[in-house]
């Protein structure tokens, strides 16, 4: 009876009533995995910021921390069950795809192998690490309940930079810092913008404001020699923050679609931190924004 009520009996599933695809974009849908990239991106920026290092570890660390965000979203869904019923009921819960109790427990998986994994690099990463988890489950558990439930968003891409950066050669420093910090605002930025979504008639233009946060830093960090290639790069995240937000303010106001693209434009705000001084790798960003457009037409990014 106990594991009947938890969910882990087992159902006796016609074969011609389980869709095997459906399923497994299903879960795709659960981790949205189609913003996976961006958190590569936001690893190779920090990983660089701290002074790059052995490219196994970088390994190391991108595995880790995809485990924690598909995890962390698991978890979203878990706990956003009741809610999504009624304002989302397409999403794979409610929608019947799969019960709530294997996604409590497939969130746990993902969360603790992937902590598990971030442990092998080092204590600072790994406290960052334990700061990270900590933000996202303040996050899923109580981002409906808290209107700066934004920040704690923010705050998980802050500490995701910090932890890159911590597993690195040199560790952290001052610059990290800023841009860490630069990337939390534009995220909780996004954040704030999504929730329009579920406010029929709001605008809160101020939220765009935030947006803009590493497009100024990209300007005032970057002198000498690196002062063109910065402007340039900052050039390019500004034209793409302006497009989104003319998605999301128009007419017809397509505020997913700017979300979503804001999303995917995370990979540009790395590029715009780090581009300057590493020229070698630089055309890996927009491999990654590109990437995370193009799952983003098979998996919805929000």
Known sequence: MLFYRLGF??????????????????????????NLPTVWSNCLAGYILGGG????????????????????MYLND??????????????????????VWKVWCLAFMWLSGGMVILALLGKLAFTMALALLGNIIMYDAYHKQIAFAPVLMGLCRLFLVI????????????????????????VTGVSFLAR???????RKYWAGLLLFAPVLLALLANDGEFFARGCFMAVILFL?????????????????RAVSGLLAG??????????????EIVLVFPALFLAALILQKVVPAD
Not at 196 to 202: D, I, K, N, T
């Open 9 to 34: 009996h087992h159902e006796a599933v016609p074969p011609d009533r389980f869709d095997a695809l459906a399923y497994v974009r299903a879960l795709l849908v659960l981790g949205r995995v189609s």
């Open 53 to 72: 290092g052995d490219p196994n570890l970088f390994i190391v660390l991108c595995t880790g921390a995809s485990c924690v965000y598909v995890g962390g």
């Open 78 to 99: 878990a706990f956003d069950a009741d809610f999504d019923k009624i304002e989302r009921p397409e999403r794979p819960i409610p929608k019947g795809t799969i019960s």
């Open 163 to 186: 932890m890159s950066a911590a597993a690195a050669a040199s560790g952290p420093d001052g610059m990290t810092l800023w841009c860490a910090v630069a990337l939390g605002i534009y």
């Open 196 to 202: 329009l979504e579920y406010q029929p008639g709001a």
């Open 240 to 256: 793409w923050i302006f497009y989104c937000l003319l998605l999301a303010f128009n007419r017809g106001r397509q505020l997913g």
């Open 266 to 279: 995370i990979a540009l705000v790395d590029m715009a931190a780090v581009g300057p001084i590493v020229q």
